[in-house]
Each structure stands twice: as structure tokens, then as C-alpha cells.
């Protein structure tokens, strides 16, 4: 099975900075990677596919880079409704479809 | 509008079994694989399951084998989730999603709370 490890589990930012998340496959996915925003109380929200595509009515400051085994997630000028949980997704070949572990983004 | 509609919570007794149901609206069920991920409170998103809804065929996680069984029902748009064997630990919401390879889990459910309490 893919092993997904994500980093960091935590991130302390302030509106309007730059912050990025990054995901580690334990073997190559090629671009098979996804990313969702969870806010407490709440189903997840995909943010991006295919490690770069963003999905309909994401905001353009969330961007996603990556292929193989390396991915990151990037939001440019953070916003207040940006605090949120984020995972990454491994969505290659078949089964099992691993998720990270995880990055809780707060406010400082 | 594209909708996953789960059932209502759940509260049993260790060794009983759930069944969860979740009906697609605004598209046919078997348009896209389905997924079910749960999440236990203050934790992070577990990956149980994949159903193929036009041949049926499942696979679920390896810790989950043999205790949860994946159905549908095309006739009616809907899919299930049934685990057995329930103990303290699966204390938690289920997520029915829609997924492809390239899109990843695309339209979810709303979640469905099944608390294992004696």
C-alpha cells in the first residue's frame, strides 16, 4: 500500500501570508494526488486534483504543484475562512486510496 | 444540484452492526465510483472502502476486511455501508464520496455520526 506522509501537522500563519503544505508518497503516483480543506463540523472540501488542477469555485490563491512522489499545496495571501484542516489524497491505480495525516492551519 | 444524502446517526451496542445508507441526487449513482472515509472526533480522515457501482465490485482497507460489507442499489440510487463487529473504537462520522482516479473525491455526503456506546 501507498504510504502518504504530510508536513507539517501544524502551521501557525497570519492573514495575508504565504503558507505551503507538503506531501510525500512512498512510491511514485505520478500526478494521482488531491487536496481538501475541512472546516470543523463539516465533510471536506476539495480544493485541487490531478496534484495542479484547481476544482470549480476554488479561490486562484490555492495552488498545488508536484508529480511522482513530492506534491505541495500553496495558498498565497491568506484569508480568514483559509484556517482549516488540509489533507492529501492519493488517488492512483487502485485501492487503497491513502490519506495524509493531516496539517491543522491556524491563526497566530 | 449534485447531492450525496447519508442516513441519520446511529447509536449501538458493541458487537452490533450499522448500516449506512447514502442516495446520489442530481446524478446517476453509477456515473462515478464511490469511496467511504470515516473520521473519528478531533482526528483525521480514515479511508475504508471503494465500490465500483455498475459491477458492484468492493475493496475495502485491510484493517476493515471482513467486518464491513459495501452494497448498492441502483434502482433506487443508493449505496451502503454496513460494518459488523462493532466496538468502542468505531465511534465515528462516515463519509460516502464520489470518486475517479483523476478528479479524486468529488461530491460528498454529509455524514452520518455512529456512536458505539454500551
Known amino acids: 500500500d501507498i504510504q502518504m506522509t504530510q508536513s507539517p501537522t501544524s502551521l501557525s500563519a497570519s492573514v495575508g501570508d504565504r503558507v505551503t503544505i507538503t506531501c510525500r508518497a512512498s512510491?511514485?503516483?505520478?500526478?494521482?494526488l488531491n487536496w481538501y480543506q475541512q472546516k470543523p463540523g463539516k465533510a471536506p472540501r476539495p480544493l485541487i486534483h490531478?496534484?495542479?488542477s484547481l476544482q470549480s469555485g476554488v479561490p486562484s490563491r490555492f495552488s498545488g504543484s508536484g508529480s511522482g512522489t513530492d506534491f505541495t499545496l500553496t495558498i498565497t495571501s491568506l484569508q480568514r475562512e483559509d484556517f482549516a484542516t488540509y489533507y492529501c489524497?492519493?488517488?492512483?491505480?487502485?485501492?487503497?486510496?491513502?490519506f495524509g495525516q493531516g496539517t491543522r492551519l491556524e491563526i497566530k | 444540484q449534485v447531492q450525496l444524502v447519508q442516513s441519520g446517526a446511529e447509536v449501538k451496542k458493541p458487537g452490533a452492526s450499522v448500516k449506512v445508507s447514502c442516495k446520489a441526487s442530481?446524478?446517476?449513482?453509477?456515473?462515478?465510483?464511490l469511496n467511504w472515509v470515516r473520521q473519528a472526533s478531533g482526528q483525521g480522515l480514515e479511508w475504508m472502502g471503494w465500490m465500483n457501482p455498475n459491477s458492484g465490485k468492493t475493496e475495502s482497507a485491510q484493517k476493515f476486511q471482513g467486518r464491513v460489507t459495501m452494497t448498492r442499489d441502483t434502482s433506487i440510487n443508493t449505496a451502503y455501508m454496513e460494518v459488523s463487529s462493532l466496538r468502542s473504537e468505531d465511534t465515528a462520522v462516515y463519509y460516502c464520496a464520489s470518486f475517479s482516479g483523476y478528479y479524486g473525491l468529488i461530491f460528498w455526503g454529509q455524514g452520518t455520526l455512529v456512536t458505539v456506546s454500551s
Open positions: 442530481g446524478y446517476t449513482l453509477t456515473s462515478y465510483d
Open positions: 489524497q492519493e488517488s492512483y491505480s487502485t485501492p487503497p486510496y491513502t
Open positions: 512510491q511514485s503516483i505520478s500526478i494521482y
Open positions: 490531478a496534484a495542479s
